[in-house]
């Protein structure tokens, strides 16, 4: 996904960008995402833009384009202690966070995010979730990424989760590529939860 500081579909890396502070998610106004990233590029800061395929239908056609994963986010290293920067970039709504202070996004979440993305597996934003079987992918793309198992019209889906954001996106697999993480069982209404928040 990244390769010599070059931007490679949604991402980018400025060279400059040595120390490694934690990611933040940042709101936008809507259909703004891609004119803040630029606008960040442009200013140095490492930014990152999850995109998913869809298929829109026009009049005479169907056309598959690329949208926002979580659309009114984008996520982006910084400095909290130096934010104005940030504060100050146009279509900005704010910093995601709490009683006015930043709060970091898990990087174990935006890794797990960044590796769904740039395998290019079919994915869709669902509800969030934050209770399931979690599970480890044992082969593919995907391969060591953990997650939630789920279950929607008899197909199964790994979820994965932004907790700052109240996110999920979830990707149909094959159960068989999966082990638990852990053997506790779940309550059947806990499952049903799960199943109802993919069931898109």
Known sequence: ????GTPIRESVIQPEA????????????????????????GQGFEWFLPLSKERKRWSDRIKEVESPLFPGYLFCRFDAQNRLP????????????????PIA??????????????????????????????????????????????????RHKFVLSVSLLQRSVAVEIDSLSVTPCHRDSLPTTALREISDAVAV
Not at 1 to 4: A, G
Not at 89 to 98: A, E, H, K
Not at 137 to 150: K, M, Y
């Open 1 to 4: 996904m990244f390769q010599n």
């Open 18 to 41: 040595v120390i490694r502070f934690p990611w933040y998610a940042l709101q936008v106004r809507t259909r703004y995402e891609r004119v803040v990233a630029e606008h960040l590029g």
């Open 86 to 101: 940030i504060l100050k970039t146009p279509g900005l709504v704010q910093i995601v966070g709490y009683n006015r202070q």
């Open 105 to 154: 996004v898990d990087e174990v979440e935006i890794n797990a995010i960044q590796t769904l993305v740039a395998s290019g597996v079919p994915n869709q934003p669902c509800s969030f979730v934050e209770i399931g079987d979690r599970v480890r992918i044992e082969s593919g793309p995907l391969r060591g990424l953990e997650g939630i198992l789920a279950e929607s019209r008899g």
